[in-house]
């Protein structure tokens, strides 16, 4: 399974954007990019994912790199209940996700 | 729409006892559901997968004789964890998906074992 990297940890203050990297040097032509999010002592909800072309909904945006290495989850405007562990998978379809360590982002309000 | 249940939110029991878990998609017929295990302070552990009708498919390092999952119907899938010992106290996940789609996670069942 290829491997992500992103942050342990970022800050950002309520109602400002907020954007979380994610490395994935290795990525191969047929690998989804996935986000999941997590609040404590619940199960993960899945975000936004997309393969090449950026990916809008509502509830966040994700920008992915031209050369697919490197993708960022944009939240338009933060609120204190995105406060969660945020998780960059890649996978081929939805099966088998990996979750690394994520990244827990903290809001300020 | 999307949404996938676990009964119990939590549980306590004594140690050498069994317990089930039970994962429902509650407005979708899942075709495959996954199990994960989650330690405090650490990430989700993929423990196995299972398809409906047939056996399920255990990560590398998952007894499959402790960790029971039986996938019956397209929307219930169950986890039985047989002779209990403290340090399979976990927060065990479900999640399910249709046909390749994205994976929708259960709230989670905490399980403590004395």
């Known amino acids: 399974d290829a491997k992500t990297t992103q942050p342990n940890s970022m800050e950002s203050n309520e109602e400002e954007p907020v954007h979380l990297p994610c490395n994935h040097s290795t990525i191969s032509g047929t690998d989804y990019i996935h986000w999941y999010r997590q609040l404590p002592s619940q199960g993960p909800e899945y975000v936004i994912h997309?393969?090449?072309s950026n990916v809008n909904n509502r509830m966040a945006s994700l920008a992915i790199a031209e050369d697919r290495k490197s993708s960022t989850l944009i939240l338009h405007r933060a609120t204190l209940r995105d406060a969660a562990v945020y998780y960059c998978?890649?996978?081929?379809?939805?099966?088998?996700?990996?979750f690394g360590q994520g990244t827990r982002l903290t809001i300020n309000p | 729409g999307a949404v996938v249940s676990q009964h119990p939110s939590w549980v306590i029991c004594k140690s050498g006892t069994s317990v089930k878990i039970e994962c429902r998609s509650l407005?979708?017929?899942?075709?495959?559901m996954f199990w994960y295990r989650q330690f405090p302070k650490q990430s989700l552990m993929l423990m196995a997968t299972?398809?409906?009708?047939?056996?399920?498919?255990?990560e590398q390092g998952v007894e499959k004789d402790k960790f029971l999952i039986n996938h019956a119907s397209l929307t219930l899938s169950t986890l039985t964890v047989t002779s209990a010992h403290p340090e399979d106290s976990s927060f065990y996940i479900c999640?399910?998906?249709?046909?390749?789609?994205?994976?929708?996670f259960g709230p989670g069942t905490r399980l403590t074992v004395l």
């Open positions: 407005d979708f017929q899942a075709t495959t």
């Open positions: 998978i890649l996978s081929q379809g939805a099966q088998k996700l990996v």
């Open positions: 997309g393969l090449t």
């Open positions: 999640s399910a998906s249709a046909f390749l789609s994205e994976q929708f």
């Open positions: 299972s398809n409906e009708g047939s056996k399920a498919t255990y």
